[in-house]
C-alpha cells in the first residue's frame, strides 16, 4: 500500500492551473515579450515564459533572489561562454551579474523563476529599472486594462 492510497483526497490542496492560452504576452520591446503564470505570496517573486527574438540582448543585470531558468526553444549565450539550448536549465543564485544574447535563427523562449527582483544596471553599478513581482503584476494588470482583457487569478 503506496502513502497515497491512505490519504483522503480532502487532504489534498487544489490545484492552481493556468491556461496559457488566455494569457497574454506582454511587449517589453520590439525584441522581447513576456507572459506572467505566476505572482508568488508576498511578492516573494514571478514565474514567466520568456520569449527573445534572434539577435536581442538582454542587458546586464544583477538578481537579489535566485533565478530557475529553462530553455524551450532556441538559443542564447551567456557573458561567460556558454550556449544554453533547448532542454537546458540555468540556475543563478543570489547576487548574480551577468548579461547574454539570443544567438541562432530560432527565437528563445524560457520558462523563469525569479525570487526577488532583477535590477537592470549600467556600466557603473548604478540600477536604472527593476523588476519584481510587484512591478510585473502592475504591467500585467496595465496591459489587460489598456487591451480589455480580463484578468486572470494569477496571485497567490
Given at each position: 500500500m503506496t502513502a497515497f492510497s491512505r490519504t483522503p483526497l480532502q487532504d489534498f490542496l487544489p490545484a492552481r492551473i493556468a491556461a496559457t492560452a488566455d494569457t497574454p504576452w506582454i511587449p517589453m520591446s520590439v525584441e522581447k515579450s513576456w507572459k506572467p503564470l505566476r505572482f508568488l505570496k508576498d511578492g516573494r517573486g514571478f514565474v514567466e515564459l520568456?520569449?527573445?527574438?534572434?539577435?536581442?540582448?538582454?542587458?546586464?543585470?544583477r538578481h537579489t533572489g535566485e533565478i530557475h531558468a529553462y530553455n524551450l526553444a532556441g538559443t542564447r549565450t551567456l557573458c561567460t561562454g556558454e550556449v544554453i539550448g533547448p532542454g537546458d536549465y540555468v540556475y543563478e543564485p543570489p547576487g548574480n551579474t551577468d548579461w547574454w544574447k539570443v544567438t541562432g535563427e530560432e527565437e528563445m523562449t524560457a520558462l523563469v523563476v525569479v525570487?526577488?527582483?532583477?535590477?537592470?544596471?549600467?556600466?557603473?553599478?548604478?540600477?536604472?529599472?527593476?523588476?519584481?513581482?510587484?512591478?510585473?503584476?502592475?504591467?500585467?494588470r496595465d496591459h489587460c486594462v489598456r487591451h480589455g482583457l480580463a484578468l486572470r487569478d494569477l496571485v497567490d
Amino acid at each position: 500500500m503506496t502513502a497515497f492510497s491512505r490519504t483522503p483526497l480532502q487532504d489534498f490542496l487544489p490545484a492552481r492551473i493556468a491556461a496559457t492560452a488566455d494569457t497574454p504576452w506582454i511587449p517589453m520591446s520590439v525584441e522581447k515579450s513576456w507572459k506572467p503564470l505566476r505572482f508568488l505570496k508576498d511578492g516573494r517573486g514571478f514565474v514567466e515564459l520568456l520569449r527573445m527574438r534572434p539577435g536581442a540582448v538582454m542587458p546586464l543585470h544583477r538578481h537579489t533572489g535566485e533565478i530557475h531558468a529553462y530553455n524551450l526553444a532556441g538559443t542564447r549565450t551567456l557573458c561567460t561562454g556558454e550556449v544554453i539550448g533547448p532542454g537546458d536549465y540555468v540556475y543563478e543564485p543570489p547576487g548574480n551579474t551577468d548579461w547574454w544574447k539570443v544567438t541562432g535563427e530560432e527565437e528563445m523562449t524560457a520558462l523563469v523563476v525569479v525570487i526577488g527582483a532583477v535590477e537592470f544596471i549600467d556600466a557603473g553599478g548604478n540600477v536604472k529599472s527593476r523588476a519584481d513581482a510587484h512591478s510585473q503584476l502592475q504591467a500585467y494588470r496595465d496591459h489587460c486594462v489598456r487591451h480589455g482583457l480580463a484578468l486572470r487569478d494569477l496571485v497567490d
